[in-house]
C-alpha cells in the first residue's frame, strides 16, 4: 500500500505525522522523502546511508552550423525553454536555451528537421538511499539553483518496493512537485491546522486530490488551537477525519530536537496505528 503524507501549506506537522506513523507501523516500511527542495524526514529518523546516486535530466545542445532557426524547437517547447530568432538580411540568426526551464522531454531534439539538436545530461540533484533498523530509507535533495523538483521526485519513485508498505512524504503545497509525489498513490493524509490559513490551503490541496481521484482523510494538528471552521468543512463536504493531535508545548520542543512524537511520547504510537488502521478501512476494496 502506498501512503503519500501531505499538506495543502508548510508548517502544519506532515513530516511529524509521517515518520510517526512510519515508526507506528507493524509491517515492513518504505520511507520515501520526496521533499526536494527541503527534505527533513532525515532528521527524525537518522537514517544510515548506504549509498549515493546522483539526478540527471537531457538538455538540448545546438549545432548552430546545422540549425536553420525555423523555429520548430521553439514551437513545440511546452515549457519557453528556447527562444530562436530568426537571420534577415543575410545575418544568421541566433538561439538561445535556457537550461533550467528545461524539462527534459526531447521534444526539441525530436522534431529538429535539421537534426541539429542532441542532448547532454545536467546534473541537478541526488538521491541518498539508507536504512532506519528494518526501515528502508530514500530521500531525494536539489541542487542549490535548480527550479524543478519533479525530475528528482519521479527518480526517488522508481524505488518503490510494493512488497511494503509505502509512506511518502510529500512536498509543502498543491504545486507540480506534490502533484508528482501523490499521483499513483493508493491513500493521501492531509495535514491540516484549524486556522484560516490552514483551512484555505486544505480546500486547495482536496481539490487536487479529487481531480487525481486519490482516496484521501484528513489529520487535524494543533487540533484545540483555531476555530471549528474545519470540522464543519469536513463534515458538509463528508471527508473524514482520521487523527487529531493536541497542541503540546512537549511535542514542539521534541519536534525542536528533531525526536518524533513516538520516541518522546511512546503512547501515541498506538494512536498512530490506530491511524494506520483507518487509512486501510477508508481505502476503496
Not at 527534505?39 to 546545422?66: M, Q, S
Not at 539538436?117 to 536539489?142: A, D, N, Y
Not at 494538528?221 to 463528508?238: A, F, H, I, P, V
Request: some cysteine; proline content about 6%; aromatic content about 8%.
Amino acid at each position: 500500500m502506498i501512503i503519500s503524507i501531505a499538506s495543502g501549506k508548510g508548517g502544519t506537522g506532515k513530516t511529524t505525522v509521517a515518520t510517526s506513523l512510519a515508526l507506528s507501523i507493524n509491517e515492513e516500511v518504505q520511507f520515501l522523502d520526496c521533499d526536494a527542495e527541503e527534505p527533513n524526514a532525515h532528521i527524525f529518523l537518522k537514517p544510515r546511508i548506504g549509498e549515493t546516486k546522483k539526478v540527471y535530466i537531457p538538455v538540448p545542445v545546438v549545432d548552430t552550423e546545422r540549425c536553420a532557426y525555423c523555429g520548430r524547437c521553439r514551437e513545440v517547447c511546452a515549457y519557453n525553454a528556447i527562444a530562436v530568432v530568426k537571420g534577415s538580411d543575410g545575418k544568421k540568426g541566433s538561439i538561445l536555451v535556457f537550461s533550467n526551464l528545461c524539462h527534459g522531454c526531447g521534444s526539441c531534439a525530436y522534431f529538429c528537421p535539421e537534426n541539429a539538436i542532441k542532448e547532454v545530461s545536467r546534473e541537478i540533484g541526488e538521491i541518498e538511499i539508507g536504512t532506519v533498523g528494518e526501515m528502508q530509507f530514500i530521500h531525494g535533495r536539489l541542487s542549490i539553483g535548480e527550479a524543478m523538483a519533479p525530475p528528482i521526485i519521479r527518480q526517488i519513485k522508481k524505488y518503490i518496493d510494493k512488497t511494503r508498505t509505502v509512506i511518502i512524504d510529500a512536498p509543502p503545497g498543491t504545486s507540480c512537485p506534490v502533484v508528482e509525489t501523490v499521483k499513483k498513490s493508493d491513500f493521501c493524509v492531509l495535514v491540516t491546522e484549524p486556522t484560516p490559513f490552514g483551512l484555505n490551503d486544505l480546500t486547495l490541496a482536496v481539490e487536487v486530490l479529487k481531480k487525481l481521484k486519490i482516496p484521501f482523510g484528513i489529520v487535524i494538528n494543533r487540533s484545540d488551537l483555531g476555530d471549528k471552521r474545519t470540522d464543519e468543512y469536513c463534515k458538509k463536504n463528508d471527508i473524514p477525519v482520521l487523527m487529531r493531535i493536541p497542541f503540546r508545548r512537549e511535542i514542539a520542543v521534541a519536534y525542536s530536537k528533531g525526536e518524533p512524537i513516538v520516541k518522546i511520547f511512546p503512547e501515541y504510537k498506538k494512536d498512530f496505528g490506530d491511524l494506520f488502521r483507518k487509512i486501510k478501512d477508508e481505502k476503496p476494496r
